[in-house]
């Protein structure tokens, strides 16, 4: 056991030179300093932008400290690191993010006032870090941010896209996609490391040791340059600074002297300019897997980047490097970063000189891979001929990986050729595929799917095989969490003081089992009156973000009713605007005086279609059509409005969670992995309208029945469905048939453009069986209606959820890793006063 310094070990720096001031005369020379010295202004000439970048770099300055603090503090203890491989990020921003964490919002409010800018402002003129598409992206950022906050030594490595995920407008009902270009201004959330770069080759061939004939060299011309770039990551109420390790790509060769003398400058750099084009851009697929080699070949400068840099840092320590899994647990999140795998192991055996059973019994006990999604469509396969053209040495090793894995399994298992063709990490089709969910589930000693139901799920379908033959114990459950951090005190001020009156102080940030002292305020009359109060300014502040955002006028006295997440057309927005479009279809049939009597009702929409995705952009097409529609509809005024809201983020998504009354997460049985935003939307006291599906089930046994409204198949019917539904015409009811008649009739414009949407379900075999579910999702909507017209029931509902919610905090998801997968402690820095 590594001795603990203190703050008097001699060897250990101190610190205390530089403690984190809360003195506002400080704060503001040192904004004035950034305004002058960094980006030459003066106090007298500057504007929001400008207020925005100074006082963020001093920020900053205050994050580099512990930052440094924190990293020489593990280093010296030699504490055991997680490393999570993503491909994705969604940080969102940053800078309210660490006003909060370090505490000092009110004291920046204060000098910025003091020059004339209101904080919020400020706020709103910082981008979001959009390097993910959605759910798998965004739980990387909550998971660095409870590393970060419950002191566990971690960093997140990915990748530094030049253009994050596309900006979406709407033009004329449709998506179009412009590029995000959010790098244009200076982002103080980076630090460049040019110290920090490694090369990493492509092509190339392999040549036999001379020495060995069983060994390899791999040797190419074409080698590209990662460089580092470190985000630093705020803990809240700790010392501690987590790390997001970001590697953007350039070209090594840098100059062509040749071209250079010859007076062809523009041509000299020509690499250069090749080399950005592979960390230049986010592929915008949510659940679906392109198979572009461009891709191939950012998902290995990533890998091969990250596994140089983390043997760098092992090398530091002088251990054998059968130490590696004492010292470092790498999380693969999904098969994105699954080279890492072949990468450690050609390191090992080619660089390094162990033989194959030494590094691969290091390998497999560092690994660990989380599974997202079953969906076909998303698996990741990569074809043989690819690989090697791309990766010759990485071929040869996946395929000497395959076949130790299939000597065993056919020891364990003899003359079951059809187990081995099942499993194989190659799959015999023409051409030949790597399947990289089989090689992610080998190369690892642990495995999880996203929630309980989806965790079985793996187990009975991909992996059932895998189970047989490695065993149960290595198939276990993480279900998904967020940060209670951004999601409720940083974009739910008023309901987050209300949680600090209740706990008696902000304890609950950190610590959400302490909500549950929510449960005796139940009956106070004041106290529920304050909590509809918080929820109403924020349904009223959402309002104000629809009209700057849409134009759209609409009551923040009316029933919310949100569904917010990527376009797809297992999540079944299609469903929901065919429910809409019944809605105003028996709206219609009332006279004006029954007509003001009904609910009235927001349904907003918003999330971004993948560029490819012909199907999901119609189905964007659909909703706003039917939204101009029914918005101009003189008869139907507030009691129906129809909103998209254009392109959702980590931003947008702060703005909305917080003012919904109902959300739904309507997805057909079995296919959301888990869902994050349903936590996001109970912890902000809405509650859920969805199917019995992902962490919604878990939701529901935490927050009780009466505080969900389940509708819908379940997941062990859905293949029955699915068969019966191939070879009979789907029988939709009269609601849905009626939405059908009215698109047919060209109520929402040309039917032909949406017909190939109706085709899906009535000559497409109804996938994801939209026929079966909508009886039972209608009712559940009324079900839902009658549950809000009895305002004080509605009220009890929303508080007993939120009180119920800690297990979806991300800090126990992080935790549960750490101890049953990671084997890692929390390493709080030593308290120096910063
Ligand atoms: C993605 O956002 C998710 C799964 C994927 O395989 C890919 Br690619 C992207 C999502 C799931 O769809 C959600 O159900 C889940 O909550 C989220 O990952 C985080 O686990």
């Known amino acids: 056991q590594p001795k603990t310094p203190t703050r008097d070990d001699g060897e250990f720096r101190d610190y205390s030179h530089s403690e984190i001031s809360r003195d506002v005369a400080t704060i503001k020379n040192s904004v004035v300093m950034h305004l002058t010295a960094t980006f030459l202004r003066t106090p007298a000439n500057i504007d929001s932008g400008q207020a925005y970048l100074a006082s963020a770099f001093s920020v900053r300055d205050r994050l580099l400290q512990r930052w440094n603090l924190t990293n020489e503090y593990h280093d010296k203890i030699g504490a055991k690191r997680v490393y999570y491989m993503s491909l994705e990020f969604l940080i969102g921003r940053t800078f309210d993010n660490a006003l909060l964490a370090l505490g000092l919002r009110e004291e920046y409010s204060k000098v910025l006032g003091d020059v004339g800018f209101c904080l919020e402002d400020i706020i709103d003129e910082e981008r979001d870090a959009a390097l993910g598409n959605g759910g798998l992206g965004r739980l990387a950022a909550c998971y660095v941010d409870s590393m970060a906050c419950s002191n566990y030594p971690g960093w997140g490595y990915g990748l530094r896209y030049k253009y994050g995920m596309f900006q979406q407008q709407i033009l004329n009902g449709y998506q179009v996609e412009a590029p995000d270009c959010w790098l244009d201004s200076p982002n103080p959330w980076e630090f460049p490391r040019p110290d920090v770069t490694y090369p990493v080759k492509f092509y190339g061939h392999l040549v036999r040791d001379p020495q060995s004939e069983h060994r390899f060299k791999w040797e190419s011309n074409v080698v590209y340059d990662a460089m580092a770039f470190d985000v630093p990551v705020p803990g809240y109420g700790t010392t501690n600074v987590g790390n997001i390790r970001l590697w953007s790509c350039k070209t090594n060769t840098l100059f062509d002297l040749n071209k250079f003398n010859s007076g062809d400058y523009q041509g000299a750099t020509g690499g250069q300019v090749a080399a950005q084009i592979l960390t230049d851009v986010l592929y915008p697929n949510d659940n679906t897997s392109e198979g572009k080699e461009l891709r191939l070949r950012q998902e290995y400068l990533f890998c091969s980047a990250t596994m140089q840099d983390i043997l760098a840092r092992f090398r530091k320590t002088n251990r054998p490097l059968s130490d590696l899994p004492d010292m470092a647990a790498i999380q693969l999140n999904d098969t994105h970063p699954t080279l890492a795998v072949p990468e450690l192991l050609r390191i090992l055996i080619d660089d390094e000189g162990l033989s194959w059973d030494e590094a691969w019994e290091i390998t497999t006990r560092t690994f660990a891979f989380t599974n997202h999604t079953i969906l076909p469509e998303a698996m990741e396969k990569w074809p043989v001929p690819m690989l090697d053209k791309i990766l010759p040495r990485h071929m040869g090793i996946i395929y000497d990986i395959n076949l130790f894995f299939l000597q065993t399994v056919e020891k364990q298992f003899p003359g079951d050729r059809e187990l081995l063709r099942k499993i194989s990490i190659i799959e015999e089709s023409n051409p030949q595929q790597v399947r990289m969910a089989f090689l992610a589930c080998v190369g690892s000693h642990k495995v999880n799917g996203v929630a309980a139901i989806h965790s079985d799920i793996i187990k009975q379908t991909i992996f059932k095989d895998f ?161 101009e529609v029914i918005n101009a509809d003189d008869e139907i005024g507030d009691v129906l409005k129809v909103v998209f809201i254009p392109d959702y983020s980590v931003t947008a998504a702060e703005y909305i969670i917080p003012a919904s009354d109902i959300s739904q997460h309507i997805s057909t049985a079995g296919t959301e992995a888990s869902g994050t935003s349903n936590m996001k939307f109970v912890l902000n006291g809405g509650i859920i309208l969805g199917t019995v599906d992902g962490a919604n089930i878990e939701i529901g046994e935490e927050v009780g029945e009466e505080q969900i409204f389940f509708f819908g198949c379940l997941a062990h019917e859905v293949e029955d469905f699915r068969h019966y539904l191939r070879f009979n015409q789907p029988k939709p009811d009269a609601a849905l048939q009626t939405a059908f008649d009215m698109i047919q009739r060209n109520t929402f414009g040309d039917a032909q453009l949406f017909q190939p949407l109706i085709d899906a379900i009535m000559r497409g075999g109804d996938v994801y069986l939209l026929s079966v579910d909508f009886p039972s999702y209608i009712q559940a909507h009324k079900a839902v209606e009658e549950a809000y017209r009895n305002h004080d029931e509605w009220v009890t509902k929303s508080i007993l959820s939120v009180a119920r919610m800690s297990k979806f905090s991300s800090d126990r998801s992080i935790q549960e890793y750490a101890e049953e997968v990671w084997n890692i402690e929390p390493q709080p820095v030593l308290n120096c006063g910063l």
């Not at 949100?562 to 297992?570: A, L, N, P």
Request: aromatic fraction near 10%.
């Open 467 to 627: 189970v047989r033959i490695q065993g149960e114990a290595k198939f276990i459950n993480k279900t998904n969490g967020v940060s209670p951090r951004r999601w409720m005190n940083e974009c739910n001020p008023d309901m987050s003081a209300l949680l600090t009156e209740v706990v008696g102080d902000r304890s609950w940030v950190n610590d959400l089992t302490k909500l549950n002292q929510l449960e005796d305020r139940i009956s106070d009359a004041g106290f529920r009156e304050r909590w509809w109060a918080a929820k109403q300014k924020n349904k009223e502040r959402l309002a104000e973000y629809i009209l700057t955002t849409t134009g759209i006028k609409v009551s923040a006295h009316a029933l919310f009713d949100v569904q917010v997440k990527r376009i797809h057309e297992y999540k079944r927005q299609l469903m929901n605007i065919f429910s809409v479009i019944y809605r105003y279809y028996q709206l219609k049939q009332m006279s004006p005086e029954q007509r003001e009597q009904e609910l009235h009702r927001v349904v907003i929409f918003a999330g971004k279609a993948a560029s490819g995705y012909w199907v999901a952009k119609q189905v964007i097409k659909l909703i706003n059509s039917v939204a």
